[in-house]
């Protein structure tokens, strides 16, 4: 079981920028595809982006594409989600999460299917404001 804490969430105006950061304790962090998922107060959650264990393939959300970047640094057993351009619409608590329900992916579909994610962050609040 990998263990999975996120950190840097907060407030944000509308075209403004943050990095999250998702530390991994536990499992074989380099073994595992990584995704970063979110859910809106009413909302399921949904998918946000995803990377390969390698690093070498990266996959988004269209609501996000060209303005995030998912990114791993296996040496730290970290993975990171730079945010940028910002809009209040993307207000919502992010979850990171380990692919451990599947040796390996090669398609968004597959990627973006959070069933296949077994362990699982707490979570971290991000508001954008207009």
């Known amino acids: 079981q990998v263990q999975l804490v996120e950190s840097g969430g907060g407030l944000a105006l509308a075209g403004g920028s943050l990095r999250l950061s998702c530390a991994a304790s536990?499992?074989?962090?380099?073994?595992?595809?990584m995704g970063w998922f979110r859910q809106a107060p009413g909302k399921e959650r949904e998918f946000v982006a995803a990377?390969?264990?390698?690093?070498?393939?990266?996959y988004y959300a269209d609501s996000v594409k060209g303005r995030f970047a998912i990114s791993r640094d296996n040496a730290k057993n970290t993975v990171y989600l730079q945010m940028n351009s910002l809009k209040p619409e993307d207000t919502a608590v992010f979850y990171c999460?380990?692919?451990?329900?599947?040796?390996?992916?090669?398609?968004?579909?597959?990627?973006?299917?959070?069933?296949?994610?077994?362990?699982w962050g707490q979570g971290t609040q991000v508001t954008v404001s207009s």
């Open positions: 999460a380990a692919q451990t329900h599947r040796n390996y992916c090669s398609t968004y579909g597959c990627y973006a299917r959070s069933d296949l994610y077994g362990d």
């Open positions: 990377v390969s264990w390698t690093g070498g393939r990266t």
């Open positions: 536990g499992g074989t962090f380099s073994s595992y595809a």
